[in-house]
Nanobody, 127 residues
Framework: QVQLVESGGGLVQAGGSLRLSCAAS????????ICWFRQAPGKEREGVTC????????YYLDSLKGRFTISRDNTKNTVFLQMNSLKPEDTAVYYC????????????????????WGQGTQVTVSS
């Protein structure tokens, strides 16, 4: 079965850390740019960070630079999102997605244009 599965979400206090994982099955992540998106209640989905398929070049939402780090382990067919110094405003459902397009185009795609999406994992940061 071809799918992306996120894990690692949960409830954490402000200032804490979480590490999200995005594991692929049924296909190899080698040829894909991976992006993490998040969507908070009542808000639009926003692109958090992406990592390129080719050189591992990464994009980050400006407000998250220095707190979030994306990495990939192609041997494990998994992408990680390390989130530090979490704030209540980081509360959202976090989704990973895969598409072969470069990140600057990936972020402009409609949901239906992206090859694969995970089911999402809830991150809740309490104050």
């Amino acid at each position: 079965q071809v799918q992306l599965v996120e894990s690692g979400g949960g409830l954490v206090q402000a200032g804490g850390s979480l590490r999200l994982s995005c594991a692929a099955s049924g296909f190899s992540l080698d040829g894909y740019t991976i992006c993490w998106f998040r969507q908070a209640p009542g808000k639009e989905r926003e692109g958090v960070t992406c990592i390129e398929r080719s050189d591992g070049d990464a994009y980050y939402l400006d407000s998250l630079k220095g707190r979030f780090t994306i990495s990939r382990d192609n041997t494990k067919n998994t992408v990680f999102l390390q989130m530090n110094s979490l704030k209540p405003e980081d509360t959202a459902v976090y989704y990973c997605a895969a598409d072969p397009t470069p990140w600057y185009h990936f972020l402009l795609l409609d949901r239906g244009e992206v090859d694969y999406w995970g089911q999402g994992t809830q991150v809740t940061v309490s104050s």
